[in-house]
Nanobody, 121 residues
Framework: QVQLVESGGGLVQPGGSLSLSCAAS????????MGWYRRAPGKERELVAS???????AYIDSVLGRFTISRDTAKNTVYLQMNSLKPEDTAVYYC???????????????WGQGTQVTVSS
């Protein structure tokens, strides 16, 4: 069984900062990439940022220069530092990991339970 456990999130004022972290554990190996999606009320899910095991990063345009994704490959943990937050960043943020089950040897996408980020004054 694979678990992605997220932490962080919460309520912050516009211009503030929050950090998210997510650790993948259990029967998973060769995790690549890891990243974060978000779903805002009434909107489609969107990929916010991703990072490969080699450190290659990708971001959605709206967070460039404000969000930073990083990763501890040895610990299968991914982080998202969010600065200069805006009300439009309000959403449920989901961690994801693409990896191999050590039981079936099949590759799949795995998801965290989601954490709420609310940017409001």
């Amino acid at each position: 069984q694979v678990q992605l456990v997220e932490s962080g999130g919460g309520l912050v004022q516009p211009g503030g900062s929050l950090s998210l972290s997510c650790a993948a554990s259990g029967s998973i190996d060769n995790v690549n990439p890891m990243g974060w999606y978000r779903r805002a009320p009434g909107k489609e899910r969107e990929l916010v940022a991703s990072i490969t095991s080699g450190g290659a990063m990708a971001y959605i345009d709206s967070v460039l220069g404000r969000f930073t994704i990083s990763r501890d490959t040895a610990k299968n943990t991914v982080y998202l530092q969010m600065n200069s937050l805006k009300p439009e960043d309000t959403a449920v943020y989901y961690c994801y990991a693409h990896g191999m089950s050590t039981i079936s040897l099949n590759f799949s996408d795995y998801w965290g339970q989601g954490t709420q980020v609310t940017v409001s004054s």
